[in-house]
């Protein structure tokens, strides 16, 4: 089992930059696919990207592919998201999610565990 927390949401204006991590608990970290989802009000769970075990393989949305990049350090236990250029349209909030194997995926469901979330605001 493995506990997500996530943190480094915040207001920033359009065109700016957040790096946001997700610390996990857990000595099997490494055994866990990763993922970053977002929530904007009134829409439904996005995908963003997710990246397998060892951080060899890495799959983005269509959406901020250009802008975003995942990572992670299994020795620190924790996954990033390096967001650049930032629009008003990726205000949301930000999930990391944890799949248990080493491949990656897009697919919300095959995730089964998540933390709570980080709010990220863009102004224009």
């Known amino acids: 089992q493995v506990q997500l927390v996530e943190s480094g949401g915040g207001l920033v204006q359009a065109g700016g930059s957040l790096r946001l991590s997700c610390a996990a608990s857990?000595?099997?970290?490494?055994?866990?696919?990763m993922g970053w989802f977002r929530q904007a009000p009134g829409k439904g769970q996005e995908f963003l990207a997710t990246i397998n075990w060892i951080g060899s393989s890495t799959y983005y949305a269509d959406s901020v592919k250009a802008r975003f990049t995942i990572s992670r350090d299994n020795a620190k236990n924790t996954v990033y998201l390096q967001m650049n250029s930032l629009k008003p349209e990726d205000t949301a909030v930000y999930y990391c999610a944890a799949q248990w194997g080493y491949g990656t995926s897009s697919v919300a469901a095959t995730y089964g565990y998540w933390g709570p979330g980080t709010q990220v605001t863009v102004s224009s």
């Open positions: 857990g000595r099997t970290f490494s055994s866990y696919a």
